[in-house]
């Protein structure tokens, strides 16, 4: 059983930055698709990037590309969502995923381990 735990999340101005942590434990990850998702008030849960543990090779997502970095540390068993010039509208819970396969990785459904989730709060 693969357990996800984020961390990271907070209240933040327009404009900082946050790094979001994802410290994976059990057996088998280490082939598996990570990503983040997020979700906002109201709204549905939405892929931010994936990651591929073997290797780090990187997927983003629409809302990834150009203010957010997903990267992994094998050695600290952890993945990490840099987000840098935060917007009102990234305000969500952010939560890490995790499969063996994950086909689509932009889908909720392609994974099976999710972690609880941690909020991020961006004020204008």
């Known amino acids: 059983q693969v357990r996800l735990v984020e961390s990271g999340g907070g209240l933040v101005q327009a404009g900082g930055s946050l790094r979001l942590s994802c410290v994976v434990s059990?057996?088998?990850?280490?082939?598996?698709?990570m990503a983040w998702f997020r979700q906002a008030p109201g709204k549905e849960r939405e892929f931010v990037a994936a990651?591929?543990?073997?290797?780090?090779?990187?997927y983003p997502g629409d809302s990834a590309k150009g203010r957010f970095f997903i990267f992994r540390d094998s050695a600290a068993n952890t993945m990490y969502l840099q987000m840098d010039s935060l917007k009102p509208e990234d305000t969500a819970v952010y939560y890490c995923a995790a499969d063996p396969v994950a086909i689509p990785k932009s889908e909720i459904e392609s994974y099976t381990h999710w972690g609880q989730g941690t909020q991020v709060t961006v004020s204008s």
């Open positions: 990651i591929t543990w073997i290797d780090s090779i990187i």
């Open positions: 059990g057996r088998g990850f280490s082939r598996y698709i």
